[in-house]
Every structure is written in structure tokens, then in C-alpha cells.
């Protein structure tokens, strides 16, 4: 199990009542947070891979040739072009925290953590402000349309995505777009050491 708590599905389920009630629109339905906690450790682990290269800023924090090596078996994994699945996640993220990095590191992380959910959140809350009445609900990354809409109005989306059973609900982060790029170049880096 990996040390640090799924902070940002904490805050998530605890605000969406607020926010519900704040502008009027209906909570997710208990399948919609069965399905954000399924897909929590694929959040989790997207979070990390996408934080790890501010490690390197810090020389005190920076990986070791060690660590690089263990952590490029790890991500060359996640750029293939198959999904991963919550457990698979899970595991990577166990091994990422409980055997890769040290206390230091981890620690540096979970405050990088910590401040990226507090941007999101302002972030989040701008737009929802700039909305007025418009569009209402809580986007989550990762999971497809917004949860806790008005009645009509930015409901999940009923493409068939969430209805998809945990086994066909593997998704990779990684596999395209500007997280493959900052993927790509971080193992550029890793191989270096």
C-alpha cells in the first residue's frame, strides 16, 4: 500500500457536497464514486510520473543511478500504448514509493502534491465563478464528462465509457499528447545518469 493517503480523492469526495450545494447541482451518483475510486490509483501514479522531474531540480533530491535505473523499468512500461489498469498503477506507485525513492524525495513530492491540488482547486473555482450559471459540475481527470451537474446540464458523459466493467476501465495517461512528451523526456534524462 503506498505511504502517502489518495489526498486528492479525499478532497474530492469531501468538497463535491459542498460544491453541490453551493450551485445548486445534484452529487455523483454512487457509481460515479465507485468509478473515481477505481481509477484513483491510475491518478495517483499519472500525478507522480508527472512530478518526478522536479526532483531534479534540487541536487539534495535529485535521483540516484540506482533509482533512475529502477524508475526507467517502470516508465518505459507505462509508454506502451495499452492501458493500465488500477492495480497495475497501484503497483507501480507502491514500488515508485516504497522501494524506489527515499523519505526526502517523497516528502518533496507529496508538498509538490499538495501545492498542484491547491493550483487545481483555484483554478477549478475561477472557472466555475467565470460560468455563472453555465456549465456546473466537477471535471475529474481521467474519468469522462463532469459529476455533480444540474438536472440537464453537464451530465457524465453516456458514450458507454462508465459503464465499462474494471477489467475494459484501463486507460494510460501516458500513451499520447503532452504527458508521452514530458515522458519521453524525463527517460532522456534517467538514461543519463
Known sequence: MPRRLTSGLILTLALLPVAAAQTGTRQPSAQA???????????????????????????????????????????????????????????????????????????????????????????RAQVQSSQGQGRTGVRIPGIPGRIGGAQGQGRPDTSGAASRSP????????????????????LAVLRKK
Open 33 to 123: 464514486r465507485a468509478r473515481m475510486a477505481q481509477m484513483q490509483p491510475v491518478m495517483d501514479l499519472a500525478q507522480t510520473v508527472r512530478l518526478l522531474p522536479e526532483l531534479e531540480k534540487n541536487r539534495a533530491t535529485a535521483v540516484t543511478k540506482t533509482q533512475a535505473r529502477s524508475l526507467i523499468t517502470i516508465l518505459t512500461a507505462l509508454q506502451k500504448p495499452g492501458g493500465v489498469a488500477p492495480n497495475t498503477a497501484g503497483r507501480y506507485l507502491t514500488q515508485i514509493e516504497d522501494r524506489i525513492l527515499t523519505a526526502r524525495q517523497l516528502t518533496v513530492l507529496d508538498g509538490l502534491l499538495i501545492k498542484a491540488e491547491q493550483e487545481q482547486a483555484a483554478r
Open 167 to 186: 477489467q475494459d476501465s484501463a486507460f494510460n495517461p501516458f500513451a499520447q499528447g503532452p504527458a508521452a512528451d514530458a515522458l519521453k523526456s524525463y
